[in-house]
Structure formats: structure tokens, C-alpha cells
């Protein structure tokens, strides 16, 4: 009886010992140092800091990061830009903080956010901490709360994918469009921009007609320290499907009701400005293909020129 114990104490011992093996070498050996989609917000982060003054900085989520030629914008103004937008899943609070640290007097912020002001994917959220832990600074009070049960989630997904990369051999998970490389040095991602456009158009949510005013709030505080730092901060509705737009035209004319009340920052778009056919965005509802990137820039160039403009009057 005892040496049955003893054997299932060593084969338990063993078992654990293999699999912590597995989880750290896949997570310092093949994890770390990946081209990982989200490393790009450390780089975002350089180019920031190394970046002088005055310069237009692009802020939002992916609608801007997949759908703005930010070289052909910095042409045409005469003014660097950095484009710090990553992912409309970091949520709002995330997405502002990550460039509150950087804010320099004479800069141009140009905010846009998808249709879902809110809080973040705990998830993602999760994953780009695991990858960039100085990003934890940007998590909200709610966010850091929820965080230690998201890294735990995360931590046993690694671990799955662990065992999943020994028994397969396979290295080969890097994704194709979404990978640190396949952004330029502005910031934007260009790694799409060659390729067939998907038959189906995703990540097609729900909008819903609801009180935004706690994240209105959230924008012009941010907005109220920008200012104080000298900086000038604009809104830009995102572009969006003609579809998706006559489907939740209703709720979009409110969003846009509450923000043209309560917003303390000047809205440089209608909600229409940027719609375009489907046949424009690439894989989401958010991120335009190559010509629908080349048709916004051309609408954006003109809009931020006339403003620009009037600002240096």
C-alpha cells in the first residue's frame, strides 16, 4: 500500500515537473520574443517618445491603425505623425492612457473610437500585460480588479498551447496580417494591404442605444490634461459598412446626439463622412482594405488641412 503511495506521489511529482518544463520553454523559449501582433504597442511607444513636437497623433482603436496612410498625412501637413491606435478592445480607459505619459505641448490629437465606448476585453487585456507589463499602468480600477482572474485564464491557455506545440511540432502560428512586423514606422499596419480581401466581413456587433455619458466624461478629462500639457485635441467619427450603418442608423444618430452635447473637444466629422460599401473594409467592420485606406486618408487630409489651417491663423 505504501509503495503504491509512494509511486503514485513520484509519477504525480514527475508529471508536474514535465509540465511546468513545457509551459516555461514554451514561454521563454518560443513565446517571448515572437512577432507577436501586440509587442507593436512598446514600439508605438519608442516612436512616440522619439518623435519631436508638434506633431499630429492618431489615437483610437483599430479603425485608425488599419485604415489611415499616416505618410501621406505627415506629406501633406507638414507635421510628424504617430499613429498610437492598436485595438478598439483595449477599451477606453486603456487607449488614453497609453498616450496621456507622452503628451507634448504643440501636439494635435486626433481621437476616434469605434462605435463601443467602454471597457476593456479582459482577454486581450491580459495577454498584452503578459507581453508588455508596463501596460498594466493603463488598466482602470474595474480593469485591475478583474485582472488577476484574466491572467490565470491566460496562464492556463498557455499552457494548453504548450502541450499542444510539443505534440505537434509546430512553430508556425504567426499570424499572416496580425504580427509586430506588419506595421510601418508611423504606426499603421500595412501588412494587409497587398493581400485578397476576405469573402466574409467579421466582427459585426451589436450597437446598442444607451447612455454614454460616464465615457463621454472619461474624453474630456483626458481632453482637460492634454490641454493643460498644450496640446489641441479633435474628434473623428470611425469609418463603417454601408450595411452595418443603415442597420443601427437609429442608434448611431444618438451616440451622436450625446457626444455633439456633452463632448468637450471639436468633432471634425459627420457620422456619414467615413461610410463606405463593404467591398472596401478587409476583415472587420473597422478596418478598410487598400482602397478603402486610400479613400479615407484623401477625405482625412482634407478635413485636418482646413483645421490646421484655422488653427495657425
Same mark, same amino acid.
Given at each position: 500500500?505504501?509503495?503504491n503511495?509512494?509511486?503514485?506521489?513520484?509519477?504525480?511529482?514527475?508529471?508536474?515537473?514535465?509540465c511546468?518544463?513545457?509551459?516555461?520553454?514554451?514561454?521563454?523559449?518560443?513565446?517571448?520574443?515572437?512577432?507577436?501582433?501586440?509587442?507593436?504597442?512598446?514600439?508605438?511607444?519608442?516612436?512616440?517618445?522619439?518623435?519631436?513636437?508638434?506633431?499630429?497623433?492618431?489615437?483610437?482603436?483599430?479603425?485608425?491603425?488599419?485604415?489611415?496612410?499616416?505618410?501621406?498625412?505627415?506629406?501633406? %501637413?507638414?507635421?510628424?505623425?504617430?499613429?498610437?491606435?492598436?485595438?478598439g478592445?483595449?477599451?477606453?480607459?486603456?487607449m488614453?492612457?497609453?498616450?496621456?505619459?507622452?503628451?507634448?505641448?504643440?501636439?494635435?490629437?486626433?481621437?476616434?473610437?469605434?462605435?463601443?465606448?467602454?471597457?476593456?476585453?479582459?482577454?486581450?487585456?491580459?495577454?498584452?500585460?503578459?507581453?508588455?507589463?508596463?501596460?498594466?499602468?493603463?488598466?482602470?480600477?474595474?480593469?485591475?480588479?478583474? *485582472?488577476?482572474?484574466?491572467?490565470?485564464?491566460?496562464?492556463?491557455?498557455?499552457?494548453?498551447?504548450?502541450?499542444?506545440?510539443?505534440?505537434?511540432?509546430?512553430?508556425?502560428?504567426?499570424?499572416?496580417?496580425?504580427?509586430? /512586423?506588419?506595421?510601418?514606422?508611423?504606426?499603421?499596419?500595412?501588412?494587409?494591404?497587398?493581400?485578397?480581401?476576405?469573402?466574409?466581413?467579421?466582427?459585426?456587433?451589436?450597437?446598442?442605444?444607451?447612455?454614454?455619458? *460616464?465615457?463621454?466624461g472619461?474624453?474630456?478629462?483626458?481632453?482637460?490634461?492634454?490641454?493643460?500639457?498644450?496640446? %489641441?485635441?479633435?474628434?473623428? *467619427?470611425? /469609418?463603417y459598412p454601408?450595411?452595418?450603418?443603415?442597420?443601427?442608423?437609429?442608434?448611431? %444618430?444618438?451616440? !451622436?446626439?450625446?457626444?455633439?452635447?456633452?463632448?468637450?473637444?471639436?468633432?471634425?466629422?459627420k457620422?456619414?463622412?467615413?461610410?463606405y !460599401? !463593404?467591398? *472596401?473594409?478587409?476583415d %472587420?467592420?473597422y478596418?478598410?482594405?487598400?482602397?478603402?485606406?486610400?479613400?479615407?486618408?484623401?477625405?482625412?487630409?482634407?478635413?485636418?488641412?482646413?483645421y490646421?489651417?484655422?488653427?495657425?491663423?
Amino acid at each position: 500500500m505504501k509503495k503504491n503511495i509512494l509511486h503514485i506521489l513520484i509519477l504525480t511529482l514527475l508529471i508536474a515537473v514535465s509540465c511546468t518544463g513545457i509551459y516555461y520553454y514554451y514561454k521563454y523559449k518560443v513565446r517571448t520574443n515572437t512577432n507577436d501582433f501586440v509587442l507593436a504597442l512598446a514600439d508605438k511607444t519608442v516612436i512616440l517618445q522619439n518623435t519631436k513636437a508638434p506633431r499630429i497623433v492618431f489615437v483610437g482603436g483599430s479603425n485608425l491603425v488599419f485604415g489611415v496612410d499616416s505618410k501621406r498625412v505627415a506629406d501633406s %501637413t507638414g507635421l510628424p505623425v504617430v499613429n498610437m491606435s492598436m485595438l478598439g478592445g483595449y477599451g477606453l480607459t486603456f487607449m488614453l492612457n497609453g498616450v496621456r505619459p507622452g503628451i507634448r505641448k504643440g501636439d494635435i490629437l486626433i481621437l476616434s473610437f469605434e462605435y463601443f465606448l467602454g471597457e476593456g476585453e479582459m482577454d486581450l487585456l491580459a495577454h498584452t500585460v503578459d507581453m508588455v507589463p508596463a501596460a498594466y499602468s493603463y488598466l482602470n480600477s474595474w480593469e485591475r480588479r478583474a *485582472y488577476p482572474l484574466a491572467e490565470a485564464k491566460l496562464r492556463l491557455k498557455q499552457f494548453v498551447e504548450a502541450l499542444q506545440r510539443v505534440a505537434q511540432f509546430n512553430t508556425g502560428w504567426v499570424e499572416e496580417i496580425y504580427r509586430r /512586423d506588419g506595421f510601418n514606422s508611423y504606426g499603421d499596419v500595412i501588412s494587409h494591404l497587398e493581400k485578397p480581401t476576405p469573402k466574409v466581413l467579421g466582427r459585426r456587433f451589436k450597437i446598442e442605444a444607451t447612455d454614454y455619458s *460616464y465615457y463621454i466624461g472619461l474624453i474630456n478629462e483626458f481632453a482637460a490634461y492634454a490641454r493643460s500639457r498644450g496640446a %489641441t485635441l479633435y474628434y473623428l *467619427y470611425p /469609418d463603417y459598412p454601408r450595411s452595418e450603418f443603415k442597420k443601427y442608423f437609429p442608434e448611431i %444618430t444618438s451616440y !451622436d446626439q450625446q457626444m455633439r452635447q456633452s463632448l468637450n473637444i471639436p468633432i471634425l466629422n459627420k457620422v456619414d463622412t467615413f461610410i463606405y !460599401d !463593404d467591398e *472596401y473594409f478587409f476583415d %472587420t467592420v473597422y478596418h478598410l482594405n487598400k482602397q478603402g485606406r486610400e479613400m479615407r486618408t484623401n477625405q482625412l487630409i482634407s478635413i485636418l488641412l482646413e483645421y490646421i489651417r484655422n488653427r495657425n491663423v
